[in-house]
């Protein structure tokens, strides 16, 4: 865990930020700013594992949306079936998405790539359908959560869900970077770069693919199990929302894909910009800017932020 | 037994209508190798653009989509050039251009709902609203000038593929590039006009698709589902095979509606299309 300087900085920087948080909760009583940090740290997450697959592989899942509402889903139904308390229902949410996202894999990856980006397409309405048609998850007319009025040490629930979205988003950044470093990153680096010459190389590429799709889809359903208890209401049109999809695949693309801090940067800077933009000018505009500033940087800037800096930086030093 | 013979001819119109939807993306995803993943919605943009003219000016319909695809068809051009330039030239079509097309369905949908909002459009003509009965079955005119707009324009795209020397440069670049440029034909231009081409039809679907029913920005979202099944399922570009795979969705979905309720029709194209792709990803009538 810390052979490196690298690893220590990494881990203090992690370590420092929870602490931080942690902090904020005794001082901070407006809940405003824990909204509007959860949703950052949520498309923090969501980017961090679009990005596994995204960006190491070079597979473009579009469904992030359907892994994050089956995510939020799994964890109401849970709760109204077992009543099972939250952190048993984040690893219920993780299994079942990382099943999907197995499934999916495993049913598209052996074709060309544009077939898994359209089946993912595919599967998030087709789950937004049924969805839509289950009564047990109140159906279209979506579903109250009832979140506990007294909570311990912390002074609200929203609070305990903001130190708990913390923790996972710190938590996907480390097993993003794990595994960028790894031996499976680095097959995963091979399979991007060229599938066929990583193939001869004797690289496992199918079953590096369904890890990383695996790990993709629990990871979103992680994000998406506390989403419930945070709004207090789901419904389809809210949990299955295009812009959770188009949020996941903009910040990595524009932080830069093939390093694992790029989504982090993209998120953390677009999300940002995004809570600013919502509460002073308007919500649809803010929507827009990520679409214009999405198509701009894959054409211009296809390394993202990331690229930008090490172009920069090596025209510095040369 | 009225019922079922209504949903089957009622499918059959639709079907018409959804090859009109596809025939476009037959050309760029099945020909061109181009994910247009934002085809339906120049679809919507384009009935959005009816929906104006009709409404400003009291233009037909249908004539406001013929005149409005040549300027779709520059559009299209102009797009392509753009992801030349940044992808296929460099090789990044993959991913990178994948997310352009998702980028570029996204800003449209997002200006449409700033200018217009979320409500419903319609359109009115004279013959929108009134019915031809044939016995028992009910044909309603909203549904069967789609259908004979649809299958001219798919008619005409499929001769013209298949007979000028263009159309069948254009089925050529997909199987062979190099032999193609020794042809003497220059294949940056080829696929440049073929994806206007492909883009223009979605401004006549698009004032098709008004006429059937009302259009919301969003409704693009659905029809992403529709067309790629149907291309999937009708071999990647075959024009036969995508108009069977179309007439046989629109009948499937419309059966479902009647029978199942309206809310699971959206589920079988992308249904259809899932299990496709596990099964027989060469389609129904691939070439392998």
Known sequence: ?318 | MDLFANAIVAGILLGAFYAAVAIGLAITFGQLDIVNIAHPTFVVAGSYITWILNSSYGLDPVLAGILVAPIFFVVGVLIYRVYYAAFERTGQESLSGLAFFFGVMFIIEVVLIMVYGVDYRLVSADYIGKNIDVGFIGLPLRLVVPFVVASAMTAAVYFYLSRTFTGRAILAVAQDRLALQLMGADPVRIKQFAFGLAIATTAIAGSLLVMIGPVEPSLGRVYIGRAFAIVVLGGMGSIPGMVIAALLLGVVESLVSSFAGPSWAPAVAFGVLLFTLAVRPSGLFGRA
């Open chain 1, 1 to 318: 865990m810390f052979k490196t300087r690298a690893d220590k900085i990494f881990w203090f920087t992690l370590a420092a930020v929870f602490l931080v948080g942690l902090g904020f909760t005794e001082v901070l009583a407006n809940e405003y700013y824990y909204t509007a940090v959860y949703a950052i740290l949520q498309a923090t997450m969501m980017a961090v594992a679009w990005n596994i697959l995204g960006g190491f592989t070079g597979y473009v899942n579009f469904g992030s949306a359907g892994f994050f509402a089956i995510g939020a889903y799994t964890a109401v139904a849970l709760d109204k079936w077992l009543g099972l308390p939250l952190p048993l229902l984040i690893v219920g949410s993780a299994i079942i998405c990382g099943l999907m996202g197995l499934g999916v894999g495993y049913l598209t990856l052996r074709l060309k790539g544009v077939y898994f980006a359209i089946a993912t397409l595919a599967l998030a309405i087709v789950l937004e359908t049924l969805i839509t048609n289950w009564d047990f998850v109140g159906a279209a007319r979506g579903v109250y959560i009832l979140t506990p009025e007294k909570v311990p040490f912390f002074d609200s629930y929203i609070q305990l869900l903001f130190v708990v979205m913390l923790a996972l988003t710190l938590g996907s950044i480390a097993v993003s970077r794990q595994l960028n470093d790894s031996r499976i990153g680095r097959g995963l680096a091979a399979i991007r770069d060229d599938e066929v010459a990583a193939e001869c190389a004797g690289v496992p590429t199918l079953r590096l693919k369904l890890i990383s799709t695996t790990i993709m889809g629990a990871m979103m359903g992680v994000a998406g199990a506390p989403y419930p208890f945070f709004v207090t209401f789901v419904d389809p049109l809210s949990a299955f929302n295009l812009f959770v999809a188009v949020n996941a695949i903009a910040m990595p693309l524009i932080g830069g894909t093939a390093h694992w801090i790029g989504p982090v940067i993209g998120a953390l800077l677009i999300g940002g910009a995004q809570e600013a933009i919502t509460v002073t000018i308007s919500s649809e505009l803010n929507v827009l800017v990520v679409g214009i500033m999405l198509v701009l940087f894959i054409t211009l800037a296809p390394q993202g932020i990331v690229g930008l800096v090490q172009k920069w930086m090596k025209r510095r030093r040369g």
